[in-house]
């Protein structure tokens, strides 16, 4: 297993270790183990997420304020440029995002620590997206950056419009929204 930072401390790009052959690949998509000795964390995953979109479909940015979870996402099936965004008051990142492309065919696995919030713009026909979380589905407590914020100047690699749902097209402004101390 391969751990790479990014640009925000403590989000980390994650890629197993694939058995390729002529047949195709094989590999663990997570193993307790492996991954507190490659991270150096030790978390427990309450619930396994998936969502299935078409292209141009953006979710996010969410997260929840209360019973924050920490996120491990990766692509099933097709590509998504997923963003993280830094909510915790007091980090010197705070406000700060950074991005990666997950693709169904590289394999790699992008962890979101609680304290950020999440979301991905769909890029390829269509994308599975299976994650698995560490605190309990909370709707109460769930919140939303709206996506366009001019503050955060998150540069996404749209063609047109993005298909988003109300919650997400009324989300918040990052100046007033609920963030972490």
Same mark, same amino acid.
């Given at each position: ?60 940015? /969410?997260?929840?304020?209360? #019973?924050?979870?920490?996120?491990? @996402? =990766?692509?099933? %099936?097709? $590509?998504? *440029? ?35 919030? /999440?979301?991905?713009?769909? #890029?390829?026909?269509?994308?599975? @997206? =299976?994650?698995? %979380?560490? $605190?309990? *589905? ?44």
């Amino acid at each position: 297993m391969k751990v790479e930072k990014t640009d925000l401390p403590g989000v980390l790009l994650i890629e197993p270790q694939a058995f390729t052959d002529q047949r195709g690949s094989f590999m663990e998509t997570y193993n307790v183990r492996k991954f507190k000795e490659a991270t150096g964390l030790d978390v427990s995953f309450v619930q396994d997420n998936q969502s299935f979109s078409v292209r141009n479909v953006l979710r996010g940015l /969410h997260y929840q304020i209360r #019973q924050p979870q920490g996120k491990l @996402v =990766q692509v099933v %099936v097709g $590509d998504i *440029y997923d963003v993280v965004v830094d909510l915790r008051r007091r980090s010197p990142t705070f406000g700060k995002w950074t991005a990666v492309t997950l693709t169904g065919g590289r394999h790699c696995a992008l962890w979101v620590p609680a304290g950020f919030a /999440h979301g991905f713009l769909v #890029q390829s026909e269509h994308a599975i @997206v =299976q994650y698995k %979380v560490t $605190d309990w *589905y909370a709707p109460q407590h769930e919140r939303t950056i709206v996506w366009s914020d001019a503050d955060l100047g998150i540069k996404w690699p749209l063609q047109s419009d993005p298909i988003v749902n109300e919650k997400d097209a009324r989300g918040t402004p990052f100046k007033s929204a609920e963030v972490f101390d």
